[in-house]
Structures are given as structure tokens and as C-alpha cells.
């Protein structure tokens, strides 16, 4: 299995931004069933941009026009570049890398947004 380690978050100002990392280790690290998870407490896990098997970002509704993901397949690090942060995105921000039922998980890097 691979190795996902979140790096970035922090508390920031409404209409603030920030960019979070995600480095990836192991056997196998590809840049495809890639991608960026938040949860808030009490609740289920939701995608908020993710790269599939057939290589399209998916990126949730409510984060369109403000987040942009990316993958470093050099590095192989993965990024969520978040602009125009609002409070409805306090989260815990985690990355993940596994197509759908083989999916490993990092710890997770808290992102608040204040108003």
C-alpha cells in the first residue's frame, strides 16, 4: 500500500487561500485514482476533486471556480490549489490514493475559515 502524507492547512479569512500538498510514497503511486476528500465532524466523507481511472477531475459542486487539483507525477505529490476559501469549507481536508474499494487515506490537515 501506499504512503499519504497532508501538509498545508490552516486557519485563514474568508475569501483567504491556501494550497495543500499531499506527498505520496510506496509501491505503486500513480496520478490516476487520485484525489482530495473533506469530512466535517458528524459527518460522511466527501470527494472534492478527484482524478479517475479514465484520467477526468471530478470536482464537487460546491468548490468549482475556487479549488484546482493537480498531481506532480515527478514528485509525486499531490495539490489542491483553494481560492476564495468560505466558512462552508472548514474541514479536515484529506488525500487519498486507490481506485474505489482499494482506496489508502492520509491523516488529514485541518483547514478553518473564518468569517
Known amino acids: 500500500q501506499v504512503q499519504l502524507l497532508e501538509s498545508g492547512g490552516a486557519s485563514v479569512q474568508a475569501g483567504g487561500s491556501l494550497r495543500l500538498s499531499c506527498a505520496v510514497s510506496?509501491?505503486?503511486?500513480?496520478?490516476?485514482?487520485v484525489g482530495w476528500f473533506r469530512q466535517v465532524q458528524g459527518t460522511d466523507r466527501k470527494e472534492v476533486a478527484y482524478?479517475?481511472?479514465?484520467?477526468?477531475?471530478r470536482y464537487a459542486e460546491a468548490v468549482k471556480g475556487r479549488f484546482s487539483f493537480s498531481f506532480d507525477n515527478t514528485k509525486k505529490t499531490l495539490y489542491l490549489q483553494m481560492d476564495n476559501l468560505k466558512p462552508e469549507d472548514t474541514a479536515m481536508y484529506y488525500c487519498?490514493?486507490?481506485?474505489?474499494?482499494?482506496?489508502?487515506w492520509g491523516q488529514g490537515t485541518q483547514v478553518t475559515v473564518s468569517s
Open positions: 510506496g509501491r505503486t503511486v500513480r496520478d490516476y485514482c
Open positions: 487519498a490514493s486507490g481506485c474505489p474499494g482499494t482506496r489508502t
Open positions: 482524478r479517475d481511472e479514465e484520467g477526468i477531475i
